[in-house]
């Protein structure tokens, strides 16, 4: 199956994409919108369904891999639902002690995307713990825009509540050698900018093109950070230079990238924004920073 990439859509339609999966525009919108740039017998709808994400072209590290050993967890998060579900990677060699690593998924759940980079994490010798907020709906459906329609039914504050609550689950496991890192994309990145906001002893985090915080929130953070962006995003990167010069004045150690060409997504190798040579780069940094973080 031949993969598409951005090249073969026009930036408009690649835009009114991202303003449909982050929720500022219905489906229809969408359709209405982009029917102008279905040429060629191609439909609207077409173009939709050709966005939407293909888990099979792009699992890296296969659940029966057998470097890394999987399951499905559960933890307490008393100020979210009670109780929150993850999925656990962990290396399959036995260590008495190793870093842990937080993996938050993006606006529509625990998808086959997430659960992959948790285990190319856990390939590389770190437990990793990927939360669901869809648990207490079901989990994710299989399908992105049901997954996005429950996503949206989900409370706010108890849905960062059950996010945070794996932060503390790991870190309490007996197996943690108290260092804990977090990454995440889209959404995900966000959280993880407000994770390092309420763990100041946070070892290191990495934010995909996430939402930066509130500066006064910025001011709060002592992790070390390594941030990556696309350079078509204008809605996350106009939050920038505020949160740059917010970090700066903080003190805190950190890394920015934005990569040339790429848009929103640009990680999620099973959609056609992904990009492989900045996607790459991007994940080698990644674990260059942890490596440094976390096992130093």
């Known amino acids: 199956m031949t993969r598409k990439t951005v090249n073969d859509f026009p930036p408009e339609v690649l835009k009114l994409f991202d303003g449909y999966v982050h929720g500022r525009m219905t489906r229809r919108e969408f359709l ?35 470097r890394v050993r999987t399951d499905t967890v559960e933890f307490p998060s008393p100020k979210g639902s009670g109780t929150a ?12 002690k190793r870093a842990c690593i937080v993996v938050i998924h993006e606006n529509r759940g625990l998808s086959p995307y997430i659960t992959d980079v948790a285990r190319r994490l856990a390939a590389e010798g770190y437990t990793a713990i990927a939360p669901d907020v869809l648990a207490p709906l079901g989990g994710y459906p299989g399908d992105e825009d049901k997954a996005r329609e429950l996503f949206a039914k989900l409370d706010p504050a108890k849905r960062t509540e059950d996010l945070m609550a794996a932060v503390d689950w790991v870190r309490a496991r007996g197996d943690c050698n108290g260092r804990i890192g977090a990454i995440g994309v889209c959404f995900g990145g966000g959280i993880v900018n407000q994770v390092a906001v309420r763990y100041p002893d946070l070892s290191a985090g990495v934010p995909f093109y996430g939402a930066q915080p509130k500066p006064e929130d910025a001011a709060k953070i002592k992790a070390p950070l390594l941030l990556h962006y696309a350079e078509n995003d204008d809605g996350i990167n106009k939050g920038i230079p505020a949160y740059e010069e917010a970090l700066k004045a903080a003190g805190v150690k950190y890394e920015l990238y934005k990569y ?36 130093a």
Not at 40 to 55: I, K, M, R
Not at 90 to 95: F, G, I, R, Y
Request: proline share 7%; charged share 20%.
């Open 32 to 66: 209405d919108r982009a029917a102008k740039f279905a040429v060629g017998g191609v439909t609207a709808a077409a173009l939709l369904e050709s966005l939407q994400p293909n888990f099979v072209l792009a699992q890296q590290v296969p659940e029966q891999d057998p």
């Open 85 to 96: 579900k993850g999925y656990l990677a962990q290396p399959a060699v036995a260590q008495a």
């Open 260 to 295: 040339p060409g790429t848009y929103h997504g640009f990680h999620n190798d099973t959609t056609p924004r992904y990009d492989e040579q900045a996607a790459k780069l991007a994940w080698s940094r990644t674990l260059a920073f942890f490596k440094e973080r976390l096992k």
